[in-house]
């Protein structure tokens, strides 16, 4: 049975500080679920979001958030399957039921259209940095638990319930390689690769067969990427294209079959995105997943000469979180002794969780919040 109330991480006020307060608990209807949060990952830039500095577009107040592990709680009258206690993820990414350019992220960003405002406002505004949240039927998938966080001495995997959480992490970039067909035995120049997104993917990337280029400016964070696996390359991001070109090109052992660009908004003027499009073999494949916020000069005439696909990528959709969790379950993609939980916070911590998920975001780096 649902408590009537429960604790919550609220934001009253655009970009003003946020705070723990006693809120009703959420019911489910048809179409939701509700859960009872376990952990919730902090993205690493979290305190530029809900400071106001990355200007993101939402209305409050409202319960913050994003993807979450959590047991089911309560269920809505059309559900199933999922029962009370089984383990799920919930994913943050919400989209219109009758309209598919509706598309949110639950309790970060109303998207872009007036369909998608009023799906965040009216339906889906509070997010999982609570004790309890109610969340669409179809973003919340039951995981084999006994597989998953078992011991390997009885077939387990082996994962804690908090490493889970980097399933968010890993689901973007798979959402970007997914996009442009990324098949084993190729070659992928993954850029930058430092970051938490970017060698999350040279981790995805890995599992799916694929040969990794991973470029950045980081020596230290590309010497700790290249340890993962014979099959990765590195390159130095130095800000000379034809320089970047030669290098790609020479870990790669010829042209690259495919690239995947998931640049953050510091890297606006950044070289690797020309430099990548040129180590293109022939029909060679892009997938622009960055978050770069103005436009971008292309190399018009070589992609016009080589067949080049720019494939523009925003998150994933729900088969390929079903998928991917196919990936993991099965072992094929095992991030146990990679992903490291930096530190788990009380909702009451919020602000050091913060502090500590800007300071990190490299490989394997997680930061959770515990309700």
């Not at 408590?3 to 919550?8: C, I, L, Q, W």
């Not at 979001?49 to 200007?55: C, I």
């Not at 470029?215 to 970047?244: H, S």
């Amino acid at each position: 049975m649902l408590p009537p109330t429960h604790k919550a991480l609220v934001q009253e006020v655009y970009a003003e500080p946020l705070v723990v307060k006693e809120i009703a608990t959420p019911q489910p209807d048809p179409g939701s679920v509700v859960i009872k949060i376990i952990a919730v990952p902090i993205i690493s830039y979290a305190r530029e979001v809900y400071n106001g500095n990355r200007k993101y577009s939402y209305p409050t107040p409202l319960v913050v958030g994003t993807s979450a592990i959590g047991r089911v709680a309560a269920v809505g009258v059309d559900t199933v399957k999922l029962k009370e206690g089984d383990l799920v993820y919930t994913d943050c990414v919400v989209r219109g039921r009758d309209d598919e350019e509706a598309i949110i992220l639950t309790g970060l960003a109303d998207g872009s259209t007036d369909g998608s405002r009023k799906l965040f406002a009216q339906a889906w505004k509070d997010s999982t940095c609570a004790e309890y949240a109610r969340v669409p039927l179809e973003n919340t998938f039951a995981l084999d638990e006994a597989r998953l966080c078992g011991s390997p001495d009885t077939g387990g995997l082996g994962y804690s319930r908090e490493q889970l959480c980097w399933i968010l992490q890993a689901l973007v970039p798979y959402g970007g390689l997914r996009s442009i067909d990324l098949q084993a035995g190729e070659t992928i120049l993954i850029a930058p690769s430092t970051g938490g997104f970017g060698s999350a993917a040279v981790v995805v990337a890995l599992a799916m067969g694929a040969r990794v280029v991973a470029a950045g400016r980081n020596a230290e964070a590309l010497a700790k990427t290249k340890a993962l696996n014979d099959r990765v390359e590195t390159v130095q991001i130095t800000g000379d294209v034809e320089e970047e070109v030669a290098a790609i090109k020479k870990a790669a052992r010829g042209n690259i079959d495919a690239f995947l660009d998931i640049s953050p908004p510091e890297a606006q003027h950044s070289t690797h995105l020309k430099a990548g499009i040129m180590s293109l073999r022939q029909a060679g494949r892009v997938s622009l997943m960055g978050g770069l916020l103005e436009d971008v000069p292309f190399p018009h005439r070589f992609i016009m000469r080589r067949n080049i696909t720019l494939k523009g990528q925003w998150m994933y959709s729900r088969e390929e979180i079903l998928a991917f969790l196919r990936l993991v379950t099965s072992g094929v993609l095992n991030f146990r002794d990679i992903v490291k939980v930096q530190g788990k916070f009380a909702l009451e911590a919020w602000g050091k969780a913060f502090d500590v998920a800007w300071e990190s975001g490299r490989l394997g780096e997680l930061v959770v919040l515990t309700p």
